[in-house]
């Protein structure tokens, strides 16, 4: 692999932590040395992850490899989506006003709400009872 075309960048998303590598390619992408259809069986997953390559038309210009620890399938997904936005920014800051446009520049702020002492989650109260 040749590292001085290659860019790096990382994207989060809950607890999820996606480092992404884009070298010049055909449009392969491997997450944790698994093909994108056996890693992400879900097509929603695999259609986040695709967004930026898609909008910017790089689809078939980079080849992406990536690894994902933490969260579940749909964050990840969206932690990879985040990575991949930055790494694109990095080659053409050019695609920056379409990305942010798009809202895929931003880390998606919202994580799961901590449970409160004296409830039963975050939200939800312990049932009452008058007798």
Not at 31 to 47: G, H, M, Q, S, W
Not at 67 to 91: D, N
Request: hydrophobic residues 35%.
């Amino acid at each position: 692999m040749n590292t001085s075309n290659t860019v790096y960048a990382t994207g989060k998303r809950k607890s999820a932590v996606a480092k992404t590598w884009l070298t010049p390619g055909n449009g392969t992408i491997i997450v944790n040395k698994k093909a994108l259809e056996d890693y992400f069986p879900i097509a929603t997953c695999r259609t986040i992850l695709k967004q930026p390559l898609v909008l910017t038309n790089n689809e078939n210009k980079f080849d992406v490899r990536i690894t994902v620890l933490g969260g579940g399938t749909t964050g990840q997904a969206g932690a990879v989506r985040h990575g991949i936005t930055r790494a694109l920014m990095k080659v053409d800051p050019d695609l920056r006003p379409i990305l942010k446009k798009a809202g895929f520049v931003k880390r998606d702020p919202r994580a799961k709400e901590r449970k409160k002492y004296g409830q039963k989650g975050a939200r939800a109260r312990f049932q009452f009872s008058k007798r």
